[in-house]
């Protein structure tokens, strides 16, 4: 092809493999589809009556690039609530259209071309290619298994500092591991933050899909307002607002200043009308929420118990959000073993290579579609590994 050529610095940006498999998918018929992370339950109708409301009201016209006032007083209050945290929702509260909007604004305020980011992993791919981006670079540390569960390895993440880093990323609760940073794991890594300069993100876009309580533990507990710390936060999840693409930023009021200058020129800012839907959500959402945290934990149960029981799968048991992700033996790469599957056996996951260093060898789950998908599905997977 002659003339003008792609931006150079795009070459870092990899395609997702996780749409890759999807797309295969999508041209089969009688699929089962465990590899998004999308439960098979709609909006709520009370937030699809919100957002009817909304349009009727007016709710039709531009607001501020940071968000309505009114959206940011209620998130504001819903922390205090959740967390018994004080935030400023003038200063301190941006919001964004979706979570995946939250973490490139985010990033974008904090990394420059040539810097680098340290990102905790398996991790959900996004960060790391936002990263990538903006012409930085990722460096992925895996979480190290102890037992029955993950921890942090901070010798590794000592020994990838350079002087060009910026940044620390990780989800809690993890996608796709399931793992619940402790207040401890959480302190550790502020500290080490504060010791070395660096901005520290956390997407808790998870933390009401909590099984060891109504939310998990929220970095902003620990931190002052003037540490250098990103929350980044969507209403997609708790809230069964996948398609909807509303989320926010809490951070410092520099960064959420220059985050809603930005927005001017991503976005101006997320739909009015949506907005209104969210603070309805806030308001109304807390016994939905824990009805389908209880029907989650049931799936996770029943999935779980079913591929433990397969000697070639290791598999801690997860404390949050709502995947699976088993390490099978003898699987170098989990691409094709994934491909493989959704031809022979018409399941579809999500490889775990996706979700970048330390993921190899695994897959994602996901469980939270309903009995009906999962229980023929790892009937499926079983089988499918057990003949192997």
């Known amino acids: 092809m002659s003339g003008p050529v792609l931006a150079p610095s795009l070459a870092g940006v990899q395609p997702s493999r996780i749409r890759e498999l999807a797309n295969v998918a999508f041209g089969m018929e009688g699929v089962l589809r465990l590899q998004f992370g999308e439960s098979n339950l709609p909006t709520p109708d009370y937030i699809v009556a919100a957002v009817n409301r909304a349009i009727a009201d007016g709710y039709t016209f531009y607001t501020e690039n940071a968000g309505l006032p009114s959206l940011r007083a209620a998130l504001a209050a819903k922390y205090a609530q959740l967390h018994q945290v004080a935030l400023d929702p003038a200063r301190e509260i941006l919001v964004t259209a979706s979570g995946v909007q939250a973490l490139n604004v985010s990033i974008r305020c904090v990394i420059d071309y040539g810097d680098e980011a340290l990102v905790l992993s398996p991790n959900w791919p996004n960060g790391s290619a936002i990263v990538e981006m903006f012409g930085a670079r990722a460096r992925e540390i895996p979480l190290v298994r102890q037992g029955s569960r993950f921890t942090i390895d901070f010798d590794s993440l000592t020994a990838a500092l350079s002087p060009r880093t910026r940044l620390l990323i990780y989800t809690s609760p993890s996608n796709p591991l399931g793992w619940v940073a402790t207040v401890a794991e959480q302190q550790a890594l502020l500290d080490f933050c504060r010791g070395h300069n660096l901005w520290l993100l956390a997407d808790e876009v998870y933390e009401r899909l ?115 992700f088993p390490q099978i033996a003898g699987v170098t790469d989990s691409f094709q073993f994934a491909l493989k599957l959704l031809q022979e056996e018409k399941v579809a996951v999500a490889p775990g290579n996706a979700f970048g260093n330390g993921g190899e060898g695994a897959i994602r789950i996901c469980y939270a579609p309903g009995l009906e998908v999962l229980q023929p599905a790892m009937e499926r997977f079983v089988r499918f590994v057990e003949r192997m």
């Open 210 to 324: 909590y099984f060891g309580g109504p939310v998990a533990p929220s970095i902003l507990r620990l931190c002052s307002r003037e540490d250098a710390v990103i929350v980044v936060q969507s209403f997609s999840k708790s809230y069964r607002m996948t398609g909807w693409r509303l989320g926010w930023v809490v951070s410092r009021a520099d960064l959420v200043g220059k985050g809603s200058q930005l927005n001017e020129f991503i976005v101006s800012h997320a739909p009015s009308m949506i907005q209104k839907a969210g603070e309805t959500a806030l308001a109304q959402g807390d016994d939905e929420i824990a009805g389908m945290v209880e029907l989650f934990h049931e799936r996770m149960s029943f999935c779980y118990d079913a591929l433990s029981r397969v000697e070639r799968i290791s598999l801690p048991k997860p404390e949050g959000a709502f995947y699976l």
